[in-house]
């Protein structure tokens, strides 16, 4: 009977609007996210084999001098309570200060996000506009010249190293025809003309109407953000074209050739409608691993971005900024899986 | 679809034709260095202990007395005109230049000495410890220097020889700062260190344009500077981690400079034409070690054996041409007191004797632990190879920096392959490394790579390191560092191999780069572009 009352007080509590509910869950549903990950990404780093005071104060150090590190990064109290008072900060917005530049993780992350940012967006646009029309013609002259190419271009893209094909990419394009920028943002004698106001030096460019400024910073993000493309490209057509091939032969298709409908608005309005949502995962997940930043491109084109800066803190047991990182890229999931459910919505009325 | 394939062509070749024109000298006024800077942890002369730090420090702060661009194996006068020193009460006096400003276009003082010298004993940095070895603490440093006026008197605790102590007042954490200027950017009584991680505050030929970390590290002139306005208005340190997009900047004009590429990528500018290749001897040697905590590395014949199965000349002449030389000795070649004799050559049948009549049984199985870069892992790779031939074999361990660097303080390593570049460039620095370990213990710590190594120098060693030290006589005290080179090389379980060499690509048209034997030596200020 207790239960019973019990239950019943829990549905009155419970009748609350349904968007409420929904948020309440969504919240804390990615709170325990974000609170996993920084979990384990913390013990990751607590059990490397790196000392991290010695990324700090060097290996000459004297021994007063790195026991005063030693206790500044509070290592001599136990793993848990170090990740509480790490929780405690983040949850002030204080995600500490870099040990490897002695700079708030804020600080670089607003630096190095933005990088990343236009460079991702830019390879993304670059894999999605050429990629899915490779896709779905692909799909719908399956076994012609075209479909062949794309096959080719798909598996160069995903067994070529990054690396090698960037190096390429420079010497041809950089270095023999000059048609590029070499490494770096934007030319040395660009840097730091336009005022900072997103990070992205495309967007602050165009802001401040300086376009030597826009049209040098193309030249330099331009060869990057293809091979980044390029990747994504190989992927996203190759799921295009699976995707549309299981649509082309449904009953449906058929049924709209029969009645006459050009191959135009077979392929686009009927079977490509129904591959959107599909779609809508695979560029998602393409893009999301591109804002994790890629660390070989990051390397070779000197692209101050998040990939190489997680990386390289990671490997210096900089835990502050690997768990700054850990953040964003965990955020950048779960906004991406927020942005695809709410498209799902728009294009499929079912998941509404 | 024809029209869409049309305007995919159409704005792909706009695209190209938009952004053809690139093509662009760099200015006379100007040198760009393409270089990997992002070893910086921090540029305050009081905590900066890295090799990129260290030529920013060089750049934008001076000493009392340094080794100046103009010959960098010379300690000459710096921001003092004069010094006298006695021996007797321990004591050194300086006179300062009374026509330096600092940046700010404040005067220099002697006060700023004083302060300079206290803000980095009571801020307790990495490289702290090189100024703490003349007995200075932040209790005693107001007493142990002081001012009036254009007068700086220092005083010190210990036997030293007088070049010793005017070798650390020439090191990178005895840079004088704009006290003004630093204290009054001071936040929490961090003695304005977070401030000065993003200005400069000396009086340098060089002041700080903009650095922002693993991107940037630009550097304006200094037209006041006591020694003359440099001829580059800015120096741009554009950071590139890769050596063949460095190589590619500079071959298109991009880069007046490019400072880390491989033997390979070197060999590559062979052909090209505007662009030359110069060379540097470096003060690091890089050597292999046996942990004494090792059982079967502790035989003194393992050791001596180790010294005949390297592959000097070849590994020198091979894989690291240009990069490296042979030197089997703790003080590097090019510097007064170095022991340039190469005893030691690849002699596996002579090893294995060795051995042999030592009766150490083969083969000996011991892991070498080794920074996974490039060269070095082809470094232990030849290593390998070789040693094999004399009955021990190596199993390489790589790892990152940080790696490497906890398990060797932890003295958890079996061998490791390793560098050592000296901190000040007087022969103690290496001298203490190599020769000396004041206790064994575990919880004795001390850098050295004795100490590391878990090896107790034989009693007359650690004596003479301490006399050489403390000796007075210049010429006497280098034939104690001979000597105590030759006793290393019979007796420490150390294989001395090579003296690291630098190689500076740059366009044809730089000329006056100075690049001493550590980064604190290498100086923009003469660069001139014909």
Not at chain 1, 63 to 70: G, K
Not at chain 1, 211 to 228: C, E, G, T
Not at chain 2, 219 to 230: E, F, K, S, T
Not at chain 2, 498 to 514: H, L
């Amino acid at each position: 009977m207790a239960l019973t009352e019990g239950s019943g007080k829990g549905r009155e509590r419970a009748s609350l609007p349904p968007w409420i509910k929904t948020t309440a869950l969504t919240i804390g549903s990615i709170a325990m996210t974000m609170l996993g990950l920084l979990f384990v990404t913390f013990i990751i780093g607590r059990v490397m084999p790196i000392d991290p005071v010695l990324a700090i104060v060097g290996e000459r150090a004297s021994q007063s001098t790195y026991d005063a590190v030693f206790l500044e990064l509070g290592l001599d109290k136990p793993l848990v309570v170090q990740f509480g008072y790490y929780i405690w900060d983040v949850l002030h917005l204080d995600f500490g200060t870099s040990l490897l530049n002695a700079r708030p993780v804020s600080e670089d992350i607003a630096r190095v996000f933005p990088a990343t940012l236009e460079l991702a967006t830019l390879g993304i646009v670059i894999g999605i506009v050429i990629g899915v029309p490779l896709g779905v013609i692909a799909a719908a002259r399956k076994g012609s010249w075209i479909d062949q190419v794309a096959r080719v271009l798909a598996l160069v893209g995903y067994s070529m190293p990054i690396f090698w094909l960037g190096l390429m990419g420079l010497l041809i394009f950089y270095g023999i025809l000059g048609w590029v920028g070499g490494p770096g943002r934007v030319g040395i004698f660009y840097v730091d003309v336009v005022p900072s106001v997103t990070g992205m030096i495309l967007v602050d460019a165009a802001l401040d109407g300086n376009w030597d400024v826009f049209k040098n910073a193309f030249s330099h993000i331009i060869l990057p953000a293809s091979l980044l493309g390029y990747f994504s490209l190989a992927y996203i057509s190759r799921m295009t074209r699976s995707f549309m091939l299981e649509q082309l032969s449904a009953e449906y298709i058929t049924t709209a050739r029969v009645k006459g409908m050009s191959e135009w608005d077979v392929i686009w309005k009927h079977a490509f409608k129904n591959i959107r949502v599909q779609l809508i995962t695979v560029i998602a997940l393409s893009y999301a691993n591109l804002l994790e930043g890629s660390v070989l491109t990051e390397i070779i084109f000197s692209w101050p971005g998040i990939g190489s800066y997680i990386t390289t803190a990671l490997l210096s047991a900089d835990m502050n900024a690997v768990l700054g990182g850990t953040v964003v890229v965990g955020l950048i999931f779960i906004l991406l899986n927020i942005l695809s459910d709410l498209l799902y919505k728009v294009f499929d009325p079912r998941a509404k | 679809m024809y029209q869409f394939k049309n305007s995919l062509l159409a704005a792909a070749t706009a695209s190209l034709i938009a952004v053809m024109p690139l093509y662009a000298q760099t200015p006379n006024n100007m040198l760009v260095v393409a270089q990997n800077i992002d070893d910086i942890v921090t540029i305050d002369p009081a905590s900066a202990y890295e090799f990129s730090s260290g030529e920013y420090v060089a750049n934008t702060y001076d000493t009392l007395v340094r080794y100046d661009a103009l010959d960098t194996t010379v300690l000459a006068p710096a921001l003092a005109t004069d010094w006298e020193v006695d021996a007797a009460a321990k004591t050194v006096t300086f006179t300062l230049r009374d026509d330096v400003t600092f940046h700010s276009g404040n005067p220099l003082r002697g006060e700023d000495v004083v302060g300079s010298w206290t803000r980095v004993v009571s801020l307790d940095k990495a490289p702290a410890f090189i100024l703490t070895q003349l007995g200075w603490t932040p209790e005693n440093i107001e007493d142990m220097v002081t001012a009036d006026g254009n007068t700086v008197t220092v005083k010190y605790e210990g036997d030293f020889a007088p070049s010793f102590v005017l070798n650390v007042l020439a090191a990178r954490p005895a840079s004088i700062v704009d006290m003004a200027t630093v204290m009054a950017n001071e936040v929490d009584g961090d003695m304005g260190h977070a401030w000065m991680n993003r200005n400069s505050a000396g009086t340098g030929p060089f002041s700080l344009g903009t650095y922002r970390p693993a991107d940037i590290l630009s550097l304006d002139a200094n037209a006041d500077y006591y020694q003359g306005a440099p001829a580059m208005e800015r120096v741009v340190i554009q950071h590139n981690p890769e050596g063949a997009t460095q190589r590619l900047q500079l071959e298109a004009g991009d880069v007046d400079m490019a400072k880390n590429l491989d033997p390979g990528q070197i060999a590559g500018l062979a052909d090209v034409d505007g662009v030359r290749v110069e060379t540097y001897p470096q003060a690091a040697v890089h050597w292999v070690s046996f942990n004494q905590k090792t059982e079967s590395l502790t035989d003194p014949a393992v050791w001596e054996a180790a010294r005949y199965l390297v592959d000097y000349e070849g590994m020198a002449d091979g894989m690291l041409k240009g990069q490296m030389k042979v030197h089997q000795a703790f003080w590097p070649d090019g510097f007064p007191g170095a022991l340039t004799e190469t005893p030691f050559g690849f002699d596996p049948e002579k090893a294995k004797q060795i051995l042999a009549d030592a009766g150490v049984e083969t083969p000996i199985n011991v892991t070498m632990d080794v920074i996974s870069a490039p060269t070095f892992v082809e470094m232990a790779q030849a290593l390998q190879a070789s040693f094999a031939q004399g009955g021990i074999n190596l199993e390489i361990v790589p790892g990152t920096g940080a790696q490497v660097i906890t398990k060797y303080r932890a003295r958890t390593h079996e061998a490791m392959m390793l560098y050592w570049g000296p901190d000040f460039m007087d022969p103690h620095s290496n001298a203490k490394a190599f020769a000396f370990n004041a206790d064994n213990s575990d919880d004795k710590y001390a850098s050295t790579t004795t100490w590391r190594n878990a090896w107790m120098p034989p009693a007359e060693m650690n004596e003479k390191t301490m006399a050489a030290l403390a000796e007075q006589d210049a010429d006497k005290r280098l034939t104690m560092y001979l000597e105590l080179q030759q006793e290393t090389q019979a007796e420490a379980p150390f294989v001395i191999m090579f003296q690291a060499i630098k190689q500076v690509a740059m366009r044809d048209n730089v000329q006056g780069f100075v690049n001493g034997a550590t980064s604190d030596y290498v100086f923009y200020r003469l660069v001139e572009k014909e």
